[in-house]
């Protein structure tokens, strides 16, 4: 494995195809942000919409902080994403994201009380905590992606970058 | 079109200039294709074709491509996979993210970085190792549960995962359980299938069909070299092919 890596994120979104890049760090990273997902470098987190993050949780809301090292961080807004809100906390170094963490995935109150209320099959290896599953990404959750740009862009104003 | 692609890469060598011009063009590759593909925007080459305005010879190449490869996937899904039997000509969609995304990842791929993986709205390529053991660990959303996996699949680099839901098209999750079974039986609907094998775009499609498949449909594509698949009905079945790459040994239990 190389020994050199670098993290580096940026969003860009253009006739309703939003795009939001990636790149994974190891160990020995200068960045001094939490790492995304905890031990696994690779962890889902970042990139991947309905993962929580494993790290130090996020304040939430529209705060954003900064640190000597030039890290700034922002939490976007709470965007609906069909069953509920998402919010994503995202931290920047100039105009490159460097870490992007769920910060919330809530459903709906009336979403929860339906599930409440039926009988629900249960699959035989559900992981009901995704953030515990240790995973890169998720195939299939394609409803959340819209409310995460959003989110995501949202935090991108709030430290004025393009 | 909506979709949301991420991507995860391990650099391996490349500086980071040279990373940075790899997704550069990776994503202009992807709004390019979303440019002639997108039944969304009217006068996209696709929508231009699906009215029969566009001659052979006015044919963006991948058009060809796209829909010869949906032909093929047609045939060996025994026509549960069928982009012309859409209402307002032939639509590619089942197909055709899958393929963009394939197409995203291999110019990182050719660029030289170690690892990748691409998730274009669930639609998930992989190339390389990912860091630790060097295997991707991939969740499987949940059909009815917004915030969990139904499982998790592990599959080394060079394969893709594709999930179809009955939760992609709109409709709400709370519906299907008005019509959840309090028992088991034939006639339940799929609320989800995933499909893992080398090529993205035939597991994209492979998933599609899946979701209206009958239950002979999951081996047919247990006789395709290199795929397997995994399904989950609305009264909480689950159906899997032998070898279907569940995470955990005692997921296969479960495998057909």
């Not at chain 1, 609906?80 to 809100?85: I, R, T």
């Not at chain 2, 899958?98 to 274009?120: C, F, P, Q, S």
């Not at chain 2, 592990?154 to 028992?183: C, K, M, N, W």
Request: net charge negative; charged share 15%.
């Amino acid at each position: 494995m190389s020994a050199r890596r670098s993290r580096l994120m940026t969003m860009a979104a253009a006739s309703g195809l939003a795009v939001v890049l990636a790149a994974h760090v190891a160990g020995g990273s200068s960045l001094a942000a939490t790492p995304v997902g905890g031990t696994r470098p690779s962890h889902g987190s970042v990139g991947t919409p309905t993962t929580t993050t494993a790290g130090a949780p996020p304040p939430n809301g529209s705060t954003t902080t900064a640190t000597p090292q030039g890290l700034r961080s922002a939490t976007g807004a709470m965007e609906q994403y069909g069953y509920g809100e998402i919010a994503v906390r995202i931290s920047v170094r100039g105009t490159r994201i460097v870490q992007a963490t769920v910060s919330t995935l809530q459903t709906a109150e009336s979403y929860s009380q339906q599930l409440a209320q039926q009988v629900i099959p249960t699959l035989q290896s559900e992981v009901l905590s995704a953030q515990s599953a240790q995973i890169s990404a998720i195939s299939g959750a394609t409803y959340t992606c819209q409310g995460y740009a959003a989110s995501v862009q949202s935090a991108l104003d709030q430290l004025g970058v393009k | 079109m909506g979709t949301v692609v991420s991507y995860l890469v391990d650099p391996g060598p490349l500086s980071d200039d040279e990373v940075s011009s790899a997704m550069a063009e990776s994503t202009a590759e992807l709004h390019r294709l979303d440019g002639i593909f997108s039944t969304w925007v009217p006068d996209s080459p696709m929508s231009r074709y699906r009215l029969g305005e566009l001659d052979a010879e006015e044919l963006p190449p991948e058009i060809p491509v796209v829909l010869e490869l949906c032909a093929s996937v047609k045939q060996m899904s025994r026509g549960w996979f069928d982009p012309w039997a859409m209402p307002g000509g032939v639509d590619p969609t089942g197909l055709v993210k899958g393929w963009a995304v394939e197409k995203a990842t291999a110019i990182l791929v050719r660029a030289g970085v170690a690892g990748a993986l691409v998730n274009g709205g669930g639609d998930v390529a992989t190339f390389g190792s990912c860091a630790g053991d060097g295997r991707w660990r991939i969740g499987i959303q949940h059909p009815w549960r917004v915030d969990a996996l139904a499982c998790v699949v592990e599959v080394a680099g060079g394969r893709a995962v594709a999930t179809s839901g009955r939760y992609e098209r709109g409709e709400h999750l709370i519906d299907p359980f008005a019509a959840v079974l309090q028992h088991r039986g034939a006639g339940a609907r799929a609320a989800s299938a995933t499909v893992s094998g080398p090529e993205l775009a035939v597991a994209d499609a492979l998933a599609t069909a899946l979701m209206v498949a009958g239950s002979d449909a999951l081996s047919l594509v247990a006789a395709l070299r290199g795929y397997s698949a995994y399904r989950i009905l609305e009264d909480g079945t689950e159906e899997a092919t032998a070898g279907f790459p569940f995470a955990d040994a005692g997921q296969r239990s479960r495998s057909a």
